[in-house]
């Protein structure tokens, strides 16, 4: 019998941690049996009567289940808090909403830092290497859980759209609609090349003692600080950062002539690394990754993208935007195009902007319009009620 799901609120200061264990060992796609396997997760809104109106958010790689409200540790809103609420674009008077913090990540479901059954230390290094699939694999195991034969939505961006589509491709009879945001089919080289630069800065700090730093007490807050300034750079584009910080300088009226932080762009960076490493668990970071790096669903299907999509019944929207050079416009119009060679269901948007790859997380009226209009078109397909009067467009 599904358990009955209670609504969550969606803000205010407290945040009910949810927790599944699953009943069964994971087997994982290296071949690795994982067990036990806990998922940390987080709800808003109601399911209905018919469990149709499940939509499930998957985040990227630094983010996590607390997509909206006030989020418990930085005390800061949920990193998509713009459009996950009450009247917002995805409503949680309307929608069921599911986000769980991946599989290898750092806050709350099973990952490096937390304890190894076997040893009762952390598994630093010793936990296995995840991919996407298995991320994928796990959030299944929680929608069994929560009685949901069938999602609405399958949701995210950037590495959330990497997760939309292994859903979408393992799942199709599973998932109603599915939004890949500002993301790609597969890692590019320069993706992991970027991900090998963190890494390898994080893995040079002492304090990263082999992956044992939580079992010695240390962490490697420099290499991990390194690694999220490295990253954040990839997230932003030139013109965003010009018009932010262009060379002004930081709180002086002169160069220094050392190696101080004198521009502004060097103090939000360093702003920027030192306040993650907070929130961050730096074996994480190498797990997470790693898994996407090994994401390619193109080779999964003899490479031939449109193999991933023969017969979908899925409705797809993807969304990119116009500067962002992480995971370019063209990346999407790859899957489009594959979609097409198998007559999928297809729309595709992309959206002007100049502030980079971080847009999706950000307030852009024209992405909010297009992600509103399919939910809406969707939901009325599917035979879910419409928006209320008066809600936010």
Known sequence: MAPEIAPQPVHGAAVQDLRLTLENPLVLQSGVTLSP????????GALNAERSNCVLV?????GDQYVAGTHPVSGKRGWWDDLVGPGKVIDTNRFFVVCANVLGGCMGSTGPKEVDPATGQPWGLHFPVITIRDMVQ??????????????????GGSMGAMQVLEWANRH????????????????????????????????????????NYLEEGRTPKRGLAVARMAAHITYLSEVALHRKFGRRLQDREALTYGFDADFQVESYLRH?????????????????????DYFDLAQENDGVLSQAFTGTPVRYCLISFSSDWLFPTEES????????????????VEVESDKGHDAFLLDEPEFHQTLQGFIDGTAEIRGLPGRAKGARP
Request: hydrophobic share 50%; with cysteine.
């Open 37 to 44: 396997v806990t998922l940390a997760y987080q709800t808003y």
């Open 58 to 62: 998957c985040h990227a790689l630094t």
């Open 138 to 155: 796990a959030q299944a195991k929680l929608i069994d859980h929560l009685g949901v034969d069938k999602l609405f939505c399958v949701i």
């Open 172 to 211: 199709p009879e599973r998932v109603f609609a599915a939004v890949p945001i500002a993301g790609s089919y597969r890692h590019s080289a320069q993706n992991i090349a970027f991900h090998e630069v963190g890494r390898q800065a994080i893995m040079a700090d002492p304090e990263w003692a082999h992956g």
């Open 272 to 292: 920027q690394g030192y306040t993650f490493v907070d929130r961050f668990d730096a074996n994480s970071y190498l797990y997470i990754t790693r898994a996407m």
């Open 333 to 348: 119009r790859a899957i489009v195009r594959a979609l097409n060679a198998v007559a999928a269901n297809v729309s595709f």
